[in-house]
Structure formats: C-alpha cells, structure tokens
C-alpha cells in the first residue's frame, strides 16, 4: 500500500467521523438543495406548492380559494400567452403573497427547445407579462416538461441567463391520470411525498384540473398533520 492512498484512506475516514460527531446531512434535489446541520435542533420539514400551466378562469381562483383559508402561499409557474388576458388573477396571485414564476409563454415543446436561444425568448416573454402586474421579473422558472433529459445545452442557458430552475419530486399525478377524482389526487400527493422531508409538489391549475382544486384542501391538512411548513420559492 502506498503513502498516497494511506493518506487518502485517513482522510476519508475523518471526513466520516466528523460527519457522524456534527449530525450533518445534505438533501439534494435536480434543481436545488436544502442542507441542516445542527443536531440540537429538530430536522423543519417543508412542502412547497406548485402549479403549472395557468392561470384559467375556471380553476386557478377556485385554488387561491382554498389557499387563502388555509393561510398557505404557493408558486404559480405560468404560461404567459394564458396570462396576458387573465391578468386580474395574477394581479390577485401577487396580492395574497404567492410566487409567480415563469413557465413558458406559448407552452410549445418544438419551438422552445428548438435552440438555446429560443428557450431564453421564451422566458423573456412570459417574464414581460409577469412584470407588467408584479413590477419585476422572476429569476424562477420550471421547464415544460421539466427538466429531465435535455441538453446541457439548454440547461445551462437558462442557468447563465441568471434564472434558477425548479423541478418537483413529488406530484398529485393530474396529469397523467385520465378523469381523476378528488380522492386519486389526495392519494398521489400522500404516496409519491413518502419519507421525503422537503417536498416540491406538482400540481396543475389549467381549465381541466377542477379536481385538483377539490382534492387540494385535504392535501394541506395532511401536510399540515404531518408537521410540514409550507413554503414558496
């Protein structure tokens, strides 16, 4: 054995012991990451709300609703093509203290991710529209689709035009069952979020979703029963 990887060995196995002497841990998601370290305080579990794909009329206030008694903020990822003439609801959105954040502005897979620069066009757009109600642009942003499996590319682009992205490890499933009740979409939130201490939850509020908005009461009292604090980006 040589000296090189004895001195290797003996730092690893100190870097393990002052692991285990200080508690740490790190979670870390595709987007972002959440670190605690201090072992004299308990472990703040967070669940953080996000909605894509709007604001419709027909939804998006029925779930500021439900948000508002329960005194819970969310994030709105929106499209801004659908938001330039439902401007009173991000209007109400901003007022009630939820993050609107940039989705797309036309929501097409082959146009907005037929280069870089067309990605970032996109952003610019549906960004216009946001700070036209909020006075500023957002630095947060989803990809359609998320972000798994494109290019690095188009990844860091959004990463250099100083935006920061956020995907979820947790979803209501609204988009992937067909004519799902209320009761489908409770369980989906509560099976996919397991053992998970920091939860970015998907969920839609485009015109179809009216049982996203039912099942989206029951959803906040089981994270609240489970002792999460909700969060916003």
Known sequence: MNRNFTAFCAAMLAFAIMLVICGGFWIRDTAFSFAQTDN??????????????????????KILDVLAEENVKATFFIIGKQAESR???????????HT????????????????????????DL?????KSVT???????????????????????????????????ASVRDAEICNPTPAQLYQSAVTTAS????????AH?????????????????????EG?????F
């Open 135 to 169: 006075g500023g642009y957002s630095s947060i942003y989803r990809f359609p689709g998320g972000s798994f499996g494109l290019s690095e590319k188009l990844v860091s682009a959004v990463s250099a035009h100083g935006m920061r992205y956020v995907d979820w490890n």
């Open 40 to 61: 004299n305080e308990s472990l703040v579990k967070s669940v953080y709300l996000t909605f894509d794909d709007g604001p419709s009329d027909r939804v998006t206030p």
């Open 195 to 202: 053992k998970t201490e920091n939860v970015v939850l998907l």
């Open 205 to 225: 509020d485009s015109t179809t979703k009216t049982a996203t908005a039912e099942a989206l009461k029951n959803i906040i009292k089981y994270f609240k029963a």
């Open 228 to 232: 999460y604090i909700f969060e916003a």
């Open 100 to 123: 609107i954040a940039v989705h797309s502005y036309t929501h097409k897979y082959g146009e907005i991710y037929s280069s870089p620069e067309s990605l970032i066009k996109d952003i």
């Open 87 to 97: 401007k009173y609801i991000l209007e109400r959105q901003f007022k009630e203290g």
């Open 126 to 130: 549906c960004n216009k529209v946001i």
